[in-house]
């Protein structure tokens, strides 16, 4: 598949949205849904199996118009400097249930821990499938992971995760909830729903929202947006704000919400991109 739209695939498959990529040699092998397919990129070519392109499109954003995004979100040396030294990176459109369990399984865990948890849990709840002679496994169903124990969960290493990934799917399964309608819903009350979801707070919300929903106005605050933000843009805070948030580990919600609003309200309609960028870049640099 040719490409004609700026994208990198390592940069969007390596930046911390998504868990559940393994590299092997040339080629990514990724676990969507029911499916296992694997994908390169060689300049501007895609090859990929056992996926349609219309599939590839919608999963990898290559629909989003990211020359478009760049002008708008381009406001500063800051983000034109992440951009340029990322650019190619897209927001992949993930399976809402299980981006909003890994989410819940995220908190206060690297990367290299959520990708094992999430591993556990999907060799343990989900179905096995092969392709290229390796074994993957789907992600587990909200039917199977409701009707199992916390110690079940546990014995994954959620540790205190497990109950709010429990209650969680116990109420996705029983009342049939669909995650769906949250894409057209106002950003607000969008976010409203998923916090009637056991471990489900702010950043966790956004996430869901950015990373599963199309919503590209949500604009998650971790630790390097945090850093990012109080670093380079510290014009726009108090002072005493910056010292009080810089020399805390977490943020209280107001203070959450104070650095989440700065985001949608300066990066605008795609505040979105905007975070995974300027979170990639700080990370990268340390």
Not at 71 to 90: Q, V
Request: some cysteine; aromatic content about 16%.
């Amino acid at each position: 598949m040719k490409l004609d739209v700026p994208f990198n695939l390592d940069v969007t498959l390596c930046c911390g949205q998504v868990f559940r990529w393994d590299k092997k040699g040339d080629w990514w092998y990724g676990v969507v849904g029911d499916r296992v397919f694997k994908i390169r990129q060689t300049n501007m070519e895609l090859e990929f199996a056992n996926a349609d392109e219309k599939f590839i499109e919608h999963y990898f954003g290559l629909e989003d118009d990211l020359q478009e995004i760049r002008d708008r979100i381009g406001r500063d040396e800051n983000i034109k400097t992440a951009l340029r030294e990322f650019w190619g990176l897209r927001i992949i459109r993930q399976d809402p249930w299980e981006c909003l369990i890994s989410y819940i399984c995220a908190t206060y865990k690297s990367i290299a821990a959520i990708k094992q948890m999430l591993l556990r849990l999907s060799k343990k709840f989900g179905e096995k499938k092969a392709l290229d002679g390796y074994d993957f496994y789907t992600f587990p169903t909200p039917e199977k992971l409701a009707n199992t124990t916390e110690s079940g969960l546990a014995a994954c290493g959620l540790g205190y995760r497990a109950k709010y990934v429990l209650e969680t799917s116990k109420k996705i399964y029983e009342s049939n909830f669909d995650l769906e309608p949250l894409r057209k819903m106002p950003y607000q009350q969008a976010k409203n729903e998923l916090f009637s979801f056991s471990g489900v707070g702010l950043k966790v919300a956004d996430c869901v929202l950015l990373f599963s929903l199309g919503r590209l106005d949500a604009f998650p605050v971790d630790v390097w947006v945090k850093r990012a933000l109080l670093r380079r843009y510290a014009e726009h805070f108090p002072n005493a704000f910056i010292k009080k948030t810089s020399s805390q580990a977490s943020l209280s919600n107001s203070e959450y919400e104070k650095l989440n609003a700065f985001g949608r309200n300066y990066f605008g309609e795609y505040a979105g991109y905007a975070q995974e960028y300027l979170y990639h870049y700080e990370r990268m640099r340390h």
